[in-house]
């Protein structure tokens, strides 16, 4: 197969969050997308099998397991397959439903591609969950955002939405990860979403990502668009509205991402960014 190397959500290759992507991975069994996920070595690898109707069937590997969803890698993927055949509408078979993408180039020449997530929704996070989950964080109840409850959100995968009072909290990032992990695998997460609110439009975010094998990702295009219908559900922003995220920072790989809430509940969430190979 023919790996190539993409960063998503940022213009510089030494930002925003790597991707493998498989533009034909036809014939390839579950074993080989693995392993090549695992000698790849990103938090996601994209494998992707056209169809004569012009679909593309894809499907997301972390160097461990199959991921239902990945929002960095169908950005990567996008562009990837916009830089061979051109700009224009795609349309995405993933394991959780369709998702629409079209890619675009902007003035500066880059190519940004524009994802909308299957319908999004949230569910409480039970006291005992909640708990073990600060618990693993090694963050205090009183660290939180009132203003922020936590919260399960979906938009193609679930993330629990933590978010801090100060950023000083989200920059100090010492998890438990073998306790994290555990719990993490019972209840179906893909990643946990740790957020800062730094304006009613702009947020900061880190997201710890053990299930992927790793301790963190630089930016997580599913977990933007479940943030984005988390805040929509529970009215915390007046929609429609556009978001700016700001993840990776910390770890020394700033990303931007941009995401779109429309009014409508039963709407997905759109989220842009660029992508430009390594």
Do not use: K
């Not at 991975?25 to 790849?40: K, N, W």
């Not at 224009?88 to 629409?100: C, D």
């Not at 079209?102 to 909640?130: I, K």
């Not at 438990?176 to 800062?196: I, K, N, Q, Y």
């Amino acid at each position: 197969m023919d790996v190539l190397r993409y960063v998503a959500f940022a213009t510089d290759p030494a930002g925003g969050n790597p991707a493998g992507v498989v533009l034909d991975a036809t014939g390839a069994d579950d074993a080989t997308m693995l392993a090549t996920a695992a000698e790849v070595g990103y938090s996601e690898t994209a494998f992707v099998v056209p169809s004569d109707d012009g679909t593309l069937t894809v499907r997301y590997f972390s160097p461990l397991a199959e991921v239902p969803f990945c929002g960095h890698a169908t950005i990567a993927t996008a562009v990837a397959h916009a830089d061979r055949h051109g700009t224009g509408p795609l349309s995405l078979r993933t394991n959780v439903g369709t998702v629409a993408v079209t890619t675009a180039v902007a003035d500066d020449g880059t190519t940004v591609a524009t994802l909308v997530s299957v319908a999004p929704r949230t569910e409480p996070l039970a006291g005992p969950d909640l708990a073990e989950l600060l618990s693993a964080l090694r963050w205090s109840a009183d660290e939180l955002d009132p203003a922020l409850p936590p919260r399960a959100a979906y938009a193609g995968a679930w993330h629990p939405v933590i978010a801090a009072a100060d950023r000083g909290r989200l920059a100090d990032l010492d998890y438990d990860m073998p306790a994290l992990t555990a719990l993490m695998a019972r209840r179906g997460w893909t990643t946990v979403d740790l957020v800062w609110r730094e304006s009613p439009t702009v947020f900061h975010a880190r997201n710890a990502f053990p299930p992927g094998g790793v301790v963190e990702d630089p930016a997580t295009g599913a977990a933007a668009a479940a943030f984005g219908g988390y805040l929509r559900e529970l009215e915390l922003i007046a929609t429609p509205v556009t978001l700016t995220i700001r993840q990776g920072e910390d770890m020394g790989r700033p990303s931007t991402i941009t995401v779109s809430v429309p009014t409508d509940l039963a709407s997905g969430i759109a989220v842009t960014g660029t992508a430009v190979p390594i």
